[in-house]
């Protein structure tokens, strides 16, 4: 059968073969037969994809009689167009035996003029500046691209423009290329305009309200100003070297801004003279000014009198009935007195037009001292420490005016100074634990102790990572517990249990061992860590050395026999545990992990404290660890004894006891099963 099988699989692969070769051979002769019936296709037809912005250079040949060019590498392309190439122009020829062929020549800038290598390195900041694609014949063809300034590189290469290079020009289409990679001939950008080649020329009036300037740009190039007068503003555009006049419509006689790429300048006031005058003009009292100042003699109030005219005014100023004169050239100030206690305003007049300017100021040029700073008002803040030994304070002057503070702790002073409302942190290198003293202007205040808090503390303690597992009792009323400590700092632990509490302090990622005088009654114990606690297992009431199972169990479940920890240690003492003496027998005549049938030991009154083993007592610590009772594992002459077996047997088992039988029930039935199947391949084999 299986032959047969595979002549049918060798008569199927002959049949796809010959249906392979025939119908090529068949598709070619029917294309040989169309082209011959068909006058207007030629014998050979050459299809080939030219951009849409690509021409035709030459006769364009393609036809049997031509050889296509067929080149991968710069050498041979070479051999065949033998270009030559110089900065923006290329010429090559086409030999006449060959076909037109699709070429393309392409100058490339760097971006931001980039300084590139002698391989055109970094291709990815390479753009195109400007490229000509087209098909050539044979023939000898010039053609020239715009070039751009500083570096560059030009490419000629086979087929569309390449736009994009970042990993460099392919090597089988690049004809020839040149670097431009030390000549950087772009010429310097020009510099910005600038505000200081504008100048400004004030201009007479034709208007009444108005003022005019003449801008001149001495720049080399276009500026726009923005220009302001009070509150009227706008904007002109000047040419290189260009004269313009500007009109605002304003009374203002600030000085003129102008504004050009972010810089401001003040140039010059407006001149309201009339470019046609009339009859003189007259000083106005809307340019006279009043200012009030401080009194240095009690009773005669004093005024500051301006003129804004740009002449003299004859100012007449009145206050209280009090009336007085003084004449004024243009833009002068000054002070006049007058002895009077009225609070009218000051009146002043020109040309018999009045107004009403400013009451007096009736403060005194020298008030002689003023409101001293409090030491009252200095407050202190204990800070965290960030070095060992250097404590810090936060200085507060809550004083309406500056205060120079003196801050002393444990002998050592220092001084401050504190802007009104101003915070500081300052640093001691002290220990004290007095209250820090503060003193301003001879008088002092004790405030705050120092804080000794790190402000970066380690690691805390979390009562998530202790465990606690029940453990085997060597006594009846004195329950014991094996807590496992997981944090990665020293952690005290309180634990309680049926109202017997006690704290131990268990070493980072270490254990110790607790007992307590609590009956066994399922109640769990407690552990807490920093305020916070949680309840983890019941005590056991197993007896060491006893058979069965272990009642209690880790804080992840309940125990079995592999979870109970042997632990044989005299009664419960009421002092600091002693180490047991090597090779002693403990008090009741027991031999470690034995117990007395049919008698029970005494409960002794044990206090609500502590008990923790010291690392040297002994007691074993659990699996794995040598001790008196548990020899290393290394120790070839150890002898395991009966009494030591913790999972409960009398005696280890021995050959033949408790056979698995089941076990070898399996097994034949699987070899009978195998038998069976090896039977029944080897008849569907034959």
């Known amino acids: 059968m299986r032959v047969k099988n595979k002549h049918k699989l060798a008569l199927w692969l002959s049949i796809l073969l010959v249906v392979a070769l025939v119908f090529p051979a068949i598709g070619t002769i029917d294309l040989t037969a169309r082209a011959a019936d068909d006058p207007t296709q030629s014998s050979l037809t050459v299809q080939a994809e030219v951009d849409k912005g690509s021409e035709s250079v030459g006769q364009a040949v393609y036809s049997n009689a031509c050889t296509p060019i067929v080149a991968t590498t710069q050498p041979v392309w070479q051999s065949i167009l033998k270009p030559t190439m110089t900065a923006g122009k290329v010429t090559f020829t086409i030999p006449d035996e060959y076909c037109s062929i699709e070429l393309s020549f392409t100058s490339y800038a760097f971006q931001g003029n980039i300084q590139p290598d002698y391989m055109g390195r970094p291709y990815n900041k390479q753009y195109v500046f400007d490229n000509k694609t087209a098909t050539y014949g044979p023939g000898t063809h010039t053609v020239e691209i715009d070039m751009p300034c500083g570096y560059w590189q030009i490419d000629l290469y086979s087929g569309p423009l390449i736009e994009s290079v970042p990993y460099g020009h392919p090597a089988a289409l690049l004809i020839k290329a040149l670097v431009n990679y030390q000549d950087n001939n772009c010429p310097p950008d020009p510099e910005p305009p600038s505000l200081d080649l504008i100048d400004v020329t004030v201009m007479c009036v034709n208007t009444t309200g108005t003022a005019r300037f003449e801008l001149n740009n001495r720049n080399d190039s276009d500026v726009t100003l923005e220009y302001a007068l009070a509150d009227q503003s706008g904007q002109v555009t000047l040419g290189a070297n260009e004269t313009k006049v500007i009109e605002i419509v304003s009374n203002s006689s600030e000085l003129l801004k102008l504004s050009l790429n972010g810089e401001t300048r003040d140039t010059v006031a407006p001149n309201p003279a009339n470019c046609n005058p009339g009859p003189e003009p007259q000083p106005s009292v809307e340019r006279i000014d009043a200012a009030a100042m401080c009194v240095n003699v009690p009773g005669v109030v004093r005024f500051q009198l301006t003129n804004r005219n740009e002449m003299a005014a004859e100012v007449t100023y009145t206050l209280g009935g009090i009336v007085n004169q003084v004449t004024l050239t243009a833009g002068e100030s000054r002070t006049v007195e007058i002895a009077s206690a009225s609070t009218e305003l000051l009146k002043v007049a020109v040309n018999g037009v009045s107004k009403e300017t400013v009451a007096a100021d009736r403060t005194s040029c020298n008030p002689g001292p003023g409101p001293q700073p409090s030491v009252e008002q200095i407050d202190a803040v204990a800070m965290c420490v960030e070095e060992p030994g250097i404590v810090r304070f936060q200085l507060t002057n809550g004083n309406d005016m500056a205060a120079e503070v003196t801050y002393t702790l444990g002998g050592i002073s220092d001084q401050v100074t504190l802007a009104a409302g101003e915070s500081r942190t300052v640093e001691i290198a002290s220990a004290s634990t007095e209250l820090l003293t503060v003193t301003v202007n001879g008088v002092s205040k004790e405030t705050v102790a120092a804080d000794p808090t790190s402000c970066n503390p380690g690691p805390v303690s979390t009562v998530a990572l202790i465990n606690a597992s029940a453990m085997c009792v060597n006594q009846t009323g004195i329950v014991r517990f094996a807590l496992t400590n997981q944090n990665s700092t020293v952690t005290e632990v309180t634990y309680s249990l049926k109202g017997v509490s006690g704290q131990v302090t268990i070493p980072a990622n270490g254990e110790t061992i607790i007992q307590l005088a609590a009956p066994a009654d399922g109640e769990l114990l407690k552990v807490a860590v920093g305020g916070e606690s949680k309840d983890t297992v019941a005590p056991s009431a197993t007896l060491c050395g006893s058979t069965g ?138």
């Open 549 to 686: 199972g272990g009642e209690g169990g880790g804080s992840e479940g309940g125990g079995d026999d592999d979870d109970t920890i042997v632990i044989v240690e005299p009664p419960v003492p009421t002092g600091p545990p002693a180490t047991q003496p090597p090779g002693t027998t403990p008090p009741g005549g027991t031999n470690p992990g034995t117990s007395t049938p049919g008698t029970t030991p005494p409960v002794p009154s044990v206090p609500d404290t502590e008990v923790t083993l010291p690392e040297d007592s002994g007691v074993p610590r659990g699996p794995g660890q040598p001790s008196e009772e548990q020899p290393a594992e290394s120790d070839p002459a150890a002898v395991i004894e009966d009494a030591e077996i913790p999972l409960g047997y009398p005696s280890l088992p021995q050959t033949g006891e408790k056979t698995p039988w089941a076990y070898y029930g399996i097994g034949a039935l699987l070899i009978a099963a195998g038998i069976v199947s090896g039977l029944k391949r080897r008849r569907t084999g034959l």
